[in-house]
């Protein structure tokens, strides 16, 4: 818990920085251990409740670890209407994982995002902070392999 | 003017923003400027953020513009750099294949200036985007930024200030269109101190990113019109709001506001005028209520981000208590205009009620996706088939959705609607923060309604009971019909909770999470009698009531969708007629999205 510490350090104890704080405990473990949040609550003096209530509140923040490539499917109305749908079906399909679930190695989580502000590229995915844009199903595929998350021989290259 | 004009030296602007950065743009930047520099000419190359364009012309790939010539090629290679260097920075040659292709006119045209995508624009708020670079004040000043501060400060009064932004008839751009010199003023007009000025920049609509634009490609602009309202309404501290999501719109902000403060435009007795100004930035959490002024307040205190009532104004009782005046992006980006130019240039621009411009994204099924700004009051016609250059593919024009989640959708018959507040507000739907959503015969209605109740089912708070159930048992409802279990009574029902929902909840979430149904309902009941009748969906999205079959006059037998069928669901020999298997077929799509020969097609019938 020592990035907890120095996450904590950074900031004043005033409530108004505990999103900001409990935004960068997320970002450095891809999820809020409890341990963090027992730090968060003496370092602020504030209810562990509260901190829960944060955490299931705000999308940002999650209390389930997540995997090393999260896979954000962006679902706002441009990508939805040019298929991500089919895109997250794909996913599910290869990684058998549904949206907020990671998948057992622990590799890959799956969210759907509402709109990543980059709709004239619908339908689009990232993987940590890689877009990718105009995704197809055979896309997928091949993005996934990159990342050794696909290993069926019987899916064919294409294209 | 265009201050490049008069310098001799060329300057190569490539687009690096999001979009484009997806496309490999910063490779293009950095070979741009290697082969530049490696040849030692006196050119000057600088890389300018852009999100999803201004130009729509994103999805094509980077951009690259050479000014002063304003040469402007688009779907730009890596491999396309040396030959750009050559021929057309040193010696103002074309090169042709790299020229954007209107289809309005039918050819390519040299500058996207001569399209009209271009023509039926202008520009206010997204003045500078794509032509500056975001990273570099001097630029922003170059073309007479913080000049609008310079003479707030010296020559202008704070209520001299304000009745300029109330004479100029600026109505909030963050959707309700709430006269936002009118708020100025009734914050000017408390006396209790600290006040706020805040900046909503979460942007949590889907389809829409005018916001993130600005913020990525114009962060000054921004930092100026908040500076220009603190210094109105008397306050000493501000704050913006941003989408987590948005890691460049923080860098880039951030960075601006170092910069300001290191020229002295940001705090401590700015220009020497007394006045003191500070500005902080706080990351959204991912929340889509947020964007509801109250419960970003909220947020931004370090609370969840619930919305309360607004008996009391947060002009009155914002951040903390204290007064607060809380503008949206593209507002905040308008105000250094209004200043420089007056509220008489600014107020004979626009309709009506609904004075200046407008940005919309401009999205979905529609050729030339991208940021526009028009004034208000052109017509949706010209907006998809002029600007947007039409329907995408072969499609054909089925509905246009403005305002988000909360707005609605607008069928053929009503494009001739000249846009603004007021006249959306009248046909159901909402500017919202401006997303235009184009859809087309693929698109079906019902589930359209569905995935906005999904959305706003997801988003709502939870806090007040119309919202947090009404939404969810609508969403069953449409649930159901999308699968082949609706009911003939399941319309009217709709519309008894829509009316409920609206009227009883407590925030602009829920007040208005209806109208994507009740519009759909009004302009499209055809489909949703379809739908519950025959249970059948004419537009084959609905996986239950759909059916994927060949064409067996249109198969060559090529084979190419057994490849693509992830489930083995397709069967036949090459070189004869290929099937699918109804009780396999997951219904991806891939055979139709494979198929050379449009052999594939849809069914939108037959449930059992």
Known sequence: MFYTKTILNKYPKEQRY?????????????????????????????????????????????LKPKGKYIIRVCDGTACHIRGSALIIDEIHRLLNILPGDTTEDGNF??????????????????????????????????????????????????? | ????????????????????????????????????????????????????????????????????????????????????????????????????????????????????????????????????????????????????????????????????????????????????GLKWRQCAEMDNFP?????????????????????????????EGILIGAYAVGSEKGFIYIRDEYSLAIKNMTKAIEKAAERGF????????????????????????????????????????EPRIKYIHSTEKGLWGQPTVLNNVETWANIPVIINKGAGWFSRIGSKGSRGTKVFSLVGKVRNTGLIEVPMGITLREIIFDIGGGIIGSGKFKAVQTGGPSGGCIPESLLGLGVDFDSLNEVGAMMGSGGMIVMDENTCMVEVARYYLKFLSEESCGKCIPCREG??????????????????????????????????????????????????????????????????????????????????????????????????????????????DTSKCIKCGSCKEICRLNAVKVLGGAAE
């Open chain 2, 471 to 580: 939404i969810k048992r609508m969403l069953e409802i449409l649930e159901d019909m999308c699968t082949g279990k609706g009911r003939e009574e399941d319309i009217e029902l709709l519309l008894e909770i829509s009316e409920t929902v609206k009227e009883a909840s407590l925030c602009g979430l829920g007040k208005t999470a209806p109208n994507p149904v009740i519009t759909t309902i009004k302009y499209f009941r055809d489909e949703y009698l379809a739908h519950i009748k025959d249970r059948r969906c004419p537009a084959g999205i609905c996986r239950e009531l759909t059916v994927y079959y060949i064409d067996r006059d249109v198969c060559r037998g090529c084979g190419l969708c057994r490849k693509g069928c992830p489930t083995e669901a397709i069967s036949g020999e090459i070189g004869s007629r290929f099937t699918i």
């Open chain 1, 18 to 62: 505990l999103l900001a704080v409990l935004q960068d405990i997320q970002k450095k473990y891809n999820y809020l251990p409890r341990g963090a949040l027992i730090m968060v609550q003496e370092y602020f003096d504030v209810p562990l409740s509260k901190l829960y209530s944060m955490a299931t509140f705000y999308k940002a923040l999650s």
């Open chain 2, 195 to 223: 006040k706020y000025v805040v900046c909503n920049g979460d942007e949590g609509d889907p389809g829409a990113f005018m916001d993130r634009s600005i913020m990525e490609g114009d962060p000054h602009s921004i930092l």
């Open chain 1, 109 to 159: 989580s799956l969210e759907t995002v509402n709109c990543l502000g980059s709709c004239a590229l619908a339908p689009v995915m990232v993987i940590n902070d890689k877009y990718y844009g105009n995704v197809t199903p055979a896309l997928v595929r091949r993005i996934l392999k990159e990342y050794g998350g696909v290993n069926c021989e019987h899916i064919q290259e294409k294209g």
């Open chain 2, 1 to 180: 003017m265009n201050i490049f004009k008069r310098k001799v030296k060329k300057t190569v602007l490539v687009c690096c923003g999001t979009g484009c950065l997806a496309n490999n743009s910063f490779e293009i930047y950095k070979g741009l400027k290697k082969k530049i520099e490696d040849l030692a000419v006196n050119v000057k190359v600088r890389p300018v953020v852009k999100a999803t364009g201004c130009n729509g012309l994103c999805e094509k790939g980077p951009i690259v513009t050479i000014l002063p010539d304003d040469v402007f090629y688009c779907g730009v290679k890596v491999t396309d750099v040396d030959e750009i260097v050559e021929n057309t920075v040193l010696n103002n040659k074309v090169i042709e294949r790299l020229l954007y292709f209107d289809s309005a006119k039918g050819k390519k045209v040299r500058s996207h200036k001569q399209s009209e995508f271009y023509r039926k624009q202008l520009k206010i708020a997204l003045r500078n985007i794509g032509q500056i670079d975001p990273g570099n004040i001097d630029d922003y000043i170059e073309r007479g930024g913080y000049s609008a501060l310079r003479k707030v400060l010296f020559k202008m009064s704070p209520k001299g200030v304000i009745s300029e932004v109330e004479r100029s008839g600026l109505r909030g751009r963050g959707g309700a269109g709430f006269p936002a």
């Open chain 2, 266 to 305: 940001l705090g401590q007795n700015i220009m020497g005028k007394g006045f003191s100004f500070d500005i902080e930035i706080v990351r959204g959490g991912g929340a889509f209520v947020c964007g509801e002024s109250t419960a970003l307040m909220a947020s931004i205190e370090g609370r969840v981000g």
